[in-house]
């Protein structure tokens, strides 16, 4: 997989060697020297992966600039690995505090360093998907700006799903993470929450830890939740393995406390970012097929779905019948009470529509006061006898509308058409169904007329 790194460090002959490892996996490489060019590189490059030296003279260092990379909204989403000689339990911690994914000390070692920048920069490549979709969203207007994408990053609590089976390690790891977030034991314990990350010990002895990851990572529950393996120090293979199965990110045993939380925070955070942009794009999808007046289905949701049910129906399959519904005398209500008081009314007649069709059915706005019931593997006499029901349900109460003294009779005029075979078409059929609805309107309206060779009045 290629991919844009920006290697940061202030001596040039480290900076060449990482750029000749990198280009040799067919990476494309960005360099810097200092801190404040790093920051700047990273806004306006936008890389896959930074590679940062914490030991830099001058203005800031490491840490100071992975920490304003993380604060800033265009690039906090870029993993961050810290590359330093220093290889005490502060500095680390202080590094994952900082924010960045990762920190490996030098001399770095080239397997670890390419399965590392492999599994983060995976991890990009689908925020950046997700991110590319919700900026669409905001230009097409289905998504609007929303605060809370800064309040998921700070947001750390969380559920965690403990599989291990090291009484010790067990204890270890609740302590260090009961003050903050909700440890549930796989086993121990039933927890209806589910989880937001998991910790899967690879060296337990009663079951098979990457079976565990490995099957996470194919089920559609746990797909996308974040792993973060326990290994041993000095087991590289082991570790590697872990993060090829799919692991975000390892441990090693005896479990560092303090490491632990940032670790999990880093994961928690990351998890939160991708959570929102999941939400928001499913909200934008329901959008995009929506009308936003009614809650009922846009004609663009209705164009989609009844040109397969025709065609089936053409080619020998189950019909498909439509009503095409108008309610009666709307301009004069819009004329007489205002616009308001029309957009409520179509709000209540779509709420009767949704309440009074099948399942199976599809109610979409049409457009204006016309609305349109797509009816599947249903004929004709039976769509009358269900626009004749429907209709009677529609005018059996007065609409209730905030701001007028009285209560509204509404009635509706409906056209209906089934599918007739021999070449019929989507088009065909809703103009049968307009043509219904028309002799309706003549014949006095707030009755149905079906062009099915049936009729109902």
């Known amino acids: 997989m290629s991919a844009r790194i920006l290697v940061v460090d202030d001596l040039e002959a480290n900076r060449r060697l990482l750029e000749a490892k990198l280009g040799e996996q067919y990476y494309e490489v960005l360099t810097a020297q200092r801190g404040e060019e790093a920051v700047q590189l990273a806004k306006r490059e936008r890389p896959d992966l930074i590679l940062l030296d914490v030991m830099m003279p001058g203005g800031i260092d490491g840490y100071e600039a992975c920490r304003r990379i993380k604060a800033h909204p265009e690039t906090r989403h870029i993993p961050v690995i810290i590359l330093t000689t220093l290889d ?19 001399p770095i070692d080239d397997v670890q360093l390419m399965a590392r920048a492999k599994s983060l920069i995976s991890l990009k490549v689908v925020t950046d998907e997700l991110r590319a979709r919700e900026a669409s969203g905001r230009r097409l207007g289905v998504i609007e700006e929303d605060v809370s994408a800064d309040q998921a990053h700070r ?12 009484d010790n390690q067990i204890r270890r790891i609740e302590s260090a993470l009961g003050a903050e977030h909700r440890v549930s034991v796989l086993g121990r314990e039933e927890d209806t929450n589910p989880p937001d990350f998991a910790i899967v010990s690879v060296t337990a002895k009663s079951f098979d830890g990457f079976r565990v990851i490995a099957r996470m990572r194919s089920g559609e529950p746990t797909r996308h939740l974040p792993i973060l393996a326990v290994v041993d120090p000095d087991d590289k293979q082991r570790a590697l393995r872990a993060l090829e199965l799919g692991a975000h990110d390892i441990i090693v045993r005896p479990v560092d406390e303090e490491e632990l939380v940032a670790r999990a925070r880093t994961l928690l955070r990351r998890k939160r970012q991708m959570d929102l942009l ?3 794009l499913d909200q934008s999808l329901e959008l995009a097929i929506t009308d936003q007046l009614t809650g009922l289905y846009n004609r663009r949701f209705l164009e989609a779905q009844l040109a397969p049910m025709v ?20 301009k004069k209500c819009n004329d007489t009470y205002g616009h308001d008081v029309g957009d409520a009314v179509l709000r209540e007649f779509a709420a009767r529509l949704a309440t009074n069709t099948r399942p199976s059915d599809f109610a979409c706005r049409f457009g204006g006061e016309e609305f349109l019931i797509i009816m599947p593997r249903t004929s004709g006499d039976v769509a009358c006898l269900a626009a004749d029901r429907l209709r009677r349900q529609i005018c059996a109460s007065p609409f209730h509308i905030r701001g007028i003294p009285m209560p509204l009779d509404i009635t509706a005029s409906i056209g209906v058409a089934c599918s007739s075979g021999g070449g019929d078409t989507p088009e065909a059929l809703v103009k ?19 062009k099915t060779g049936q009729r109902a009045a």
């Open 155 to 166: 947001l750390i609590t969380g559920n965690v799903l403990l599989i291990d089976d090291n």
């Open 88 to 106: 005490d339990r502060e500095s680390k911690v202080r590094g994952l505090q900082a924010g960045a994914e990762e920190f490996l000390t030098k």
């Open 278 to 280: 999941r939400q928001r």
């Open 311 to 330: 065609q089936r129906a053409d080619c020998g399959g189950e019909p498909v019948s439509v009503m095409l519904i108008d309610i009666d005398y709307f």
């Open 432 to 450: 049968r169904a307009d043509e219904g609805l028309y002799e309706a309107k003549r014949g006095g309206r707030n009755r149905v007329v079906g």
